[in-house]
């Protein structure tokens, strides 16, 4: 993992993911896509991590890729070059779709184009007052991509996310919450703080369940009604065998708080 261009940091749980290259606003440069990936790879797979924020270094959150070097691509016509950072991007969007654990987004400053939808392909999404999110991928003659298209007609419908596709502007942080793209908005000294307050809410919360709703959003998105009743089910089933779920009841019949995650570790069953 490079110390240079994606910081990765573990403690009480929560790991944080810092994108740095604040110098250039953090943007996307050769292997940095698969190095996120990687680092959002690794969080998910190490059981001391039950929650993870993604962030920026410095000023901005993520400035999209490096112009300068799609430049170079472009120009070349080293259109393998360029597909492939098209490829990262879906890496890591894909990845964070995949796993396990719930990831915040602490928005710190700019984020545009394939840095917005890195921000948008996260669970929750925190920003700055000062936050600013495009879909500025049309200012440069591009397409949206980093799952975008997927992401953003859900997120507000489709006639805005044409407005926002097409017309390519920067909008504050303000308006994103309005129309739904980011979840708050606060003062910029307290956003990480907010961001860690609620990674380690997240991270005292029992993980099977939050596994498996993180998995129902996802599957409402192209499911029928009976179908999530029946991932309900399932998914009930298989928290009713963990042993997070006995430490809950308990914890509520002898009112105190639970201590989830003591037990054996919970896993659901396959298709589920």
Known sequence: MS???????????????????????NAFIGEMRSEIARGIEALGADDAVRAVIVTGAGRAFCAGADVKYMTRLIETQDIDGAVALVEGGREVATTIRDMPKPVIAAINGPAAGGGANLALACDLRLASETATLGQTFNRIGLHPDWGGTYVVPRLVGPARAAELFFFADMIPAAEAERIGLVNRVVP????????????????????????????AIRRSLASGFDEMLDYETAAQRACFHSDDAIE??????????????EGRPAEAPPGV
């Open 3 to 25: 110390e240079t261009q994606v910081l990765i940091e573990i403690e009480d749980g929560v790991g944080t993911l810092t994108l740095n290259r604040p110098e250039k606003l």
């Open 188 to 215: 910029a000294d307290e956003l990480m703080p907010l961001a860690r307050e609620w990674a380690h809410r997240l991270a005292r919360k029992p993980a099977l369940p939050l596994r498996l709703a993180k998995e």
């Open 248 to 261: 809950g009841v308990r914890a509520f019949v002898e009112k105190r708080e639970p201590r989830f995650g």
